[in-house]
């Protein structure tokens, strides 16, 4: 049970660590395929890329929150509301990212 915990607290901090820095623009690491350098940025042009600094910091963000889970054994709640809860922000990730494309349309 303590992995499951621990995977779920993973996939809820990765879901909600992977929205924030596009939402709020938040300063991330940033490649420019074309002149081929990694800059530390808010902003990209159309040919820059923010998905390695997003990546990063949820990956992060999962890393830290499964070792906290891990170590700490907080409250037990039940493992269908912690699956629960997961799974629900794992899918405002999808619906948020869906509006997004949908409106480029």
Request: one cysteine or more; hydrophobic letters at 60%; aromatic letters at 10%.
């Amino acid at each position: 049970m303590r992995e499951v915990r621990a995977a779920l607290a993973a996939v809820s901090a990765f879901a909600v660590a992977y929205l924030l820095p596009g939402t709020l623009q938040l300063p991330v690491l940033i490649y420019d395929p074309a002149a081929r350098v990694f800059s530390f940025g808010r902003v990209t042009n159309a040919v820059q890329m923010r998905y390695y600094g997003d990546l990063i910091v949820a990956c992060t963000a999962a890393l830290a929150a499964a070792a906290v889970v891990w170590k700490l054994q907080p409250r037990r709640t039940p493992l269908s509301i912690a699956t629960a809860t997961a799974l629900s922000l794992v899918g405002l990730d999808v619906l948020f990212y869906l509006s997004r494309l949908l409106a480029a349309m």
